[in-house]
């Protein structure tokens, strides 16, 4: 009856995640409205509006979805399924706690980096499928942007593999015991830097949102969706950033391990500061260009976790 | 050996942008010709504000013309305000209170502060987008902008259109205390700005973003009829205040603040250091404030009130754009023959097909910004 339990645990933990994914929202702008001189969403819910994104979500969904006429309408249907799906895949393999994991792969790592690279299909889709100009300019972006990104992002997830020796997530976080991978001089240092960086890309979010870039392309790939289809595509780069968050806490920040609180909680924690810090970096900084996005990619983010990958490789040959 | 060359042909793609994009400030519409990512030109269309000021003007008498002038450059009403009211007094020979003089010189500044507050908040936003560091500064400045509205509010009872000037002088006079609110004001202007600078200056996406894009060559500029912040930040130091002083601006102590690169970042420093320049203005203003009648009592109020003799006349006020004129022609009634507005706006605009060519489409949002138009203004 294993499958049974995995189904179960699966069922529960994408619908914490969504439900999560939610408050993410709320979270955001609640830390955006306060970095702004605002504060935020109030009225709907007591206290601080508390309700305000289920408020959203109903709102959203009995929206009329709009199909455009000369859309493909197979490519435009599929789409957010597409881009919403895969990120809730990479829930699968986190441990949540030393025991909490519904999927104990040996390659785990390899999964997440490979699953998480599959939300581009969904964006090609929607670009092509929409038959919209300003969608088709933004998914023919987010696709350089995915392919040129996932270089430093793979390169500097390597590095506490390497420190580790082995690509479970588990076996990852166990490594962590003594010292934070993040806290590691120099190599762990440059290597989260890269990460964090990469993942702002992957996650499509200022400064590096110009797939998304509502004051040129007014909203991107997305721009003909409306009502759930929408909020597919809404909640999907929510729960994606939900993962890379969890991902990054548990690479680099010893994921479940920390002292007296119970290990879901120090979890939990830390996910809410590495999302902290995306939306800190989010909301300060105006948008790069798509030729800059570019040069900086492959001109500094490249070759700096290159030459980061050898040394940790260095390290771990000579210690 | 022989070289093989690959040839790329490209089909070129054309993006109606506008009239209903967000980040066109108003209702501008380009239809760009595009390759790729690579603007190839620009066809810009305008005209989606058109009211019909110039004529609804002649049916109008000068009393009114002058309140409804400010709805055109909606950033700046009082500039608006003031060019109308000096035709009509250049025209039928009016002086104007000193002390009314010294109060428009004050308005106007007030308002130049407000717009170019207006302006950097909506460049960052077009750089960094709602959803981004770009609002994060857009709604500190507003809140600068808001104790300028404030100061207004004080003293016309109107936030936006203040209906400040009339024929012969201004229509109200300063509430008590009020020079320490204006003090108050400045320094939370001073203060925002110089944070927002701190911000932005020396962030490595921002100079990317600005710096050698959009360059406006000086011949360029002045063959086109750019003026203004535009004008002054390719390098030419043409400012109305200077060249043909009016009001009390002959009194003051300021300087022509220009820039030599033409870029969108010069224009940026220009309308920055404006700002700062603008406030030293408010300040000398209030300080040298004479007393005595602010025009007639009560104001000005009847339609008839006011007739020009026959003749012709054309007089230009430095707004937060550039050089605005009046031509305006009166056949000795009470109402003008015929009204033109001379509107920066305008003539910057046209320099955005000139600029864009050869830029990305994440550029042509920030050149367009970096021109300031004002579509109210533009269209008239």
Known sequence: MKWLLVAFWSVVILSVALLIAAYMIWWERKFAGRMQRRIGPYWVGYPHGWLQSIADAIKILRKEDIIPKNADKWVYNIAPFLFMVPPMFLFAVFPFSKTWVVADLNVGLLY????????????????????????????????????????????????????????????????????????????????????????????????????????????????????????????????????????????????????????LLWLFIKTVFMYSVLLWIRWSFVRLRVDQLMVFNWKVLVPVSVVDLLLAALWVVLR | MATRTLEFTFDEMRVNMGPQHPSTHGVFRGVLVLEGEEIKDLIPHIGYLHRGVEKLAEHLSYVQDVPIMARNDYLGPVHNELVMAH??????????????????????????????????????????????????????????????????????????????VQIGGVRFDLPAGFDRKVKEALQTVRNTVNEVRE??????????????????????????????????????????????????????????????????????????????????????????????????????????????????????????????????????????????????????????????????????????????????????
């Open chain 1, 112 to 263: 997440v980096l490979a699953v998480s690279s599959l939300g581009v299909f969904g964006v090609m889709m929607a670009g092509w499928g929409s038959h919209n100009k300003y969608a088709l300019l933004s998914a023919m972006r987010y696709v350089s942007q995915m392919i040129s990104y996932e270089v430093p992002l793979v390169l500097s997830a390597l590095v506490p593999v390497v420190l580790t020796g082995s690509m479970n997530l588990g076996a990852i976080t166990n490594a962590q015991k003594g010292l934070w991978f993040a806290l590691w001089p120099v190599v762990g240092w440059v290597a989260f830097v890269v990460f964090l960086l990469a993942t702002l890309a992957e996650g499509n979010r200022a400064p590096f949102d110009i797939p998304e870039a509502e004051s040129e392309l007014i909203g991107g790939f997305a721009v003909e969706y409306s009502g759930w289809k929408f909020a597919m595509f809404y909640v999907g780069e929510y729960v994606h950033l939900l993962a890379v968050s969890i991902l990054a806490s548990v690479l680099f920040l010893g994921g479940w391990r920390g002292p007296l609180l119970p290990p």
């Open chain 2, 87 to 164: 035709a009509v007094e250049k025209l039928a020979n009016i002086q104007v209170p000193e002390r009314a003089q010294y109060l428009r010189v004050m308005a106007s500044e007030l308002h130049r502060i407000a717009s170019h507050l207006v302006w950097t908040g909506t460049f960052l936003l077009d750089m960094g987008g709602a959803l981004g560091g770009g609002s994060t500064m857009f709604l500190y400045l507003f809140q600068a902008r808001e104790s300028i509205m404030d100061l207004y509010e004080e003293w016309t009872g109107a936030r936006f259109h203040p209906n400040l």
């Open chain 2, 199 to 380: 911000m932005v200056e020396g962030n490595p996406v921002f100079e990317q973003r600005t710096r050698g894009v959009g360059v406006l060559s000086p011949e360029l500029a002045q063959s086109i009829g750019c003026s203004g912040p535009v004008l002054r930040a390719s390098g030419v130091a043409y400012d109305v205040r200077k060249a043909f002083p009016y009001d009390a601006y002959d009194k003051m102590d300021f300087e022509i603040v220009t820039a030599t690169a033409g870029d969108v970042r010069a224009r940026y420093e220009v309308r920055i250091n404006e700002i700062f320049q603008a406030a030293h203005i408010v300040q000398q203003a209030l300080e040298g404030l004479p007393e005595g009648p602010i025009g007639a009592k009560p104001p000005v109020k009847a339609p008839v009130a006011v007739k020009a003799p026959k003749g012709e006349v054309y007089f230009r006020v430095e707004s937060a754009r550039g050089e605005l004129g009046a031509y305006l022609v009166s056949d000795g009634s009470h109402k003008p023959y015929r009204l033109k507005l001379r509107s920066p706006s305008f003539s910057n605009l046209q320099a955005i097909q000139h600029l864009v060519r050869g830029h990305k489409v994440a550029d042509v949002v920030v050149i367009l910004g970096s021109l300031d138009p004002v579509f109210g203004d533009v269209d008239r």
